[in-house]
């Protein structure tokens, strides 16, 4: 487990089946409560950008502005910057970068953003510090993590109980914290964030196509991806086990009346302005 401060390690790497995910989501599906703060002129800095689909849609909102997307993982960044290739966007630019250090002044962009980040980091209060600090007076500190223990489905599958145990016990044993949701409001008060709108918000699956979607990216992550080899590397699952857990994404996925929601917590930070 990493040292308080440093990056966890990333859970979920950057299999196919986990980048089916992240370019599926948008500023709509994932970043609804910060839209009506965004105003034309920002500058904003995208924390965690991955394959850039919402840092792309930040910085179409903001035409006389600038955006910044930054991660850990250079390859990751040559997809965003495909992606705000393919989009024409001339106002937008990539990096490599740790939240827990950014490489930025005091009071440099109007918006900081990120999404699905503080649950994989090593020390998040220390991270919202960093994210302050380079957010303008006036400006707003914005992230959004999912919570694991909060997510619920039906039917009830204990192969789908078995996930949810192991995710969270590798999730820990990498230096994270899976239900970050119910925890950003306390990280931002413990690191001196005051003025505070904390909310939620949900990603549900339900229709054939969503549930084949969602269920099928899973089960591939399950026994495919970065986080498979952690489990079984970590001691937390055989390869076996994880088979048996793919298989019960599988038989939820085809289940006519399957339903899964995804609770997400939602902080919105401003910084105090300064006194005129």
């Not at 599926?24 to 970043?31: D, E, G, K, M």
């Not at 699956?205 to 979607?213: G, N």
Request: aromatic letters at 8%.
């Amino acid at each position: 487990m990493p040292k308080p401060g440093e990056t966890a390690v990333y859970t979920h790497g950057h299999h196919e089946s986990v980048l089916r995910s992240h370019t599926w989501r948008t500023a709509a599906n994932s970043a609804a409560y910060l839209l009506g703060s965004i105003k034309p002129h920002m500058k904003i800095l995208d924390i965690g950008c991955g394959p850039g689909t919402i840092t792309a849609d930040l910085a179409a909102l903001v035409p006389d502005g600038q955006v910044t997307g930054v991660d850990r993982t250079p390859d990751v960044l040559d997809l965003a910057r495909a992606t705000a290739a393919e989009r024409g966007l001339a106002n937008v630019d990539f990096a490599v970068a740790d939240v827990h250090a950014l490489d930025y002044p005091d009071d440099a962009f109007c918006v900081v953003h990120a999404h699905q980040v503080l649950q994989h980091v090593g020390d998040p209060v220390r991270a919202l510090r960093e994210m302050h600090r380079v957010t303008a007076p006036g400006g707003f500190v914005a992230v959004r993590d999912s919570d694991y223990a909060a997510m619920t489905w039906y039917p009830v599958l204990p192969g789908l109980d078995d996930w949810l145990d192991l995710y969270r016990r590798v999730a820990r044993g990498n230096g994270g914290e899976p239900d970050a949701g119910r925890r950003l409001k306390s990280w931002a008060l413990a690191a001196g964030l005051r003025d505070i709108t904390a909310t939620s918000a949900t990603w549900t699956f339900s229709t054939p196509q969503e549930r084949a979607w969602w269920s099928g990216l899973w089960a591939e992550r399950t026994v495919a991806s970065s986080y498979a080899g952690l489990a079984v590397q970590g001691g937390h699952a055989t390869d076996g086990e994880l088979r048996a857990v793919a298989d019960a994404w599988r038989d939820w996925g085809q289940r006519e009346d399957g339903w899964f929601a995804v609770l997400h917590g939602e902080i919105l930070c401003r910084k105090e302005p300064r006194p005129a």
